[in-house]
Nanobody, 124 residues
């Protein structure tokens, strides 16, 4: 079992920044791949970014490439999502998810463990 807790969401103006955190417990953290997903009202959940257990591999959705950065601190059992140049279309509930595999997946169905989500609202 893996428990995940997100934090760091909030309201920010367009062009601003936020940093989301995902704290994990329950398994050896360095063996866990973490993904960030988001879901806006009336839309399907979509992949945002993911990072492998060692932190050496990352992947991003095209819509956030160059603006968002995913990183991890295995000593703190935490993954971060630094979000810069935020746009109103980034408004969503952001979820972190975990899979007990070393390689990244962009498919939410391949992540069995999920946090409760944190709201990000970007005003224009």
């Amino acid at each position: 079992q893996v428990q995940l807790v997100e934090s760091g969401g909030g309201v920010v103006q367009a062009g601003g920044s936020l940093r989301l955190s995902c704290a994990a417990s329950g398994r050896t953290f360095s063996s866990i791949t973490i993904g960030w997903f988001r879901q806006a009202p009336g839309k399907e959940r979509e992949f945002v970014a993911a990072i492998g257990g060692s932190g050496g591999s990352t992947d991003y959705a095209n819509s956030v490439t160059g603006r968002f950065t995913i990183s991890r601190d295995n000593a703190k059992n935490t993954v971060y999502l630094q979000m810069n140049s935020l746009k109103p279309e980034d408004t969503a509930v952001y979820y972190c998810a975990a899979r007990l595999r070393s390689y990244i997946s962009t498919r939410g169905a391949e992540y069995p463990y999920w946090g409760q989500g944190t709201q990000v609202t970007v005003s224009s």
